[in-house]
């Protein structure tokens, strides 16, 4: 169950990633653009919102249950001491949620914008400060543990 979980936590970061990144090109394009809010430009938000929640719920089952790292993990003295535990104990798993509220409130914010300009700039806002929080919490080894890009 664990190596279940930690795959599709794995290589669903990378529908995040990708649909971060078309959502906050779009917003930005649309913004500098004055172009109208179309269609795409709500699936591309609608998407990185909804793939960034699929996370956090995979991110729940290994937090709450499976993995070596999440809860169990927090409960060991001397956790916060070590780096790793500290990391996908705390600090991986609040930003993530912290990431995924953001790019919620921006659906929102975007959809009650009236004016197409201001929609695009709120969106290129929230998304991007969404897709921030997530590459900075996403173990790289640069700053944070390393884990593998890719999982088999």
Known sequence: MYSTLLLLHSWSRWFVLLFGLI????????????????????????AFSGFTWLQVLIGFGLYFGVSPWGLNAMKQAG????PTARFFGMEHVAVMIL?????????????????????????????????????????WG???????????
């Open 23 to 46: 959502a906050v090109y779009r917003a930005y394009v649309g913004w500098s653009g004055r172009r109208a809010f179309v269609g795409a430009d709500n699936g591309m938000g609608a």
């Open 79 to 82: 956790a916060m001491k070590d």
């Open 99 to 139: 990431a995924a509220i953001v790019a919620q409130v921006g659906r929102i914010v975007v959809k009650k914008t009236s004016d197409h300009t201001a929609k695009h700039k709120r969106a290129f806002l929230y998304f991007g400060i969404a897709l921030l929080l997530i590459l900075l919490m996403i173990p």
């Open 142 to 152: 640069i700053w944070n543990p390393a884990r593998p890009l890719f999982r088999f």
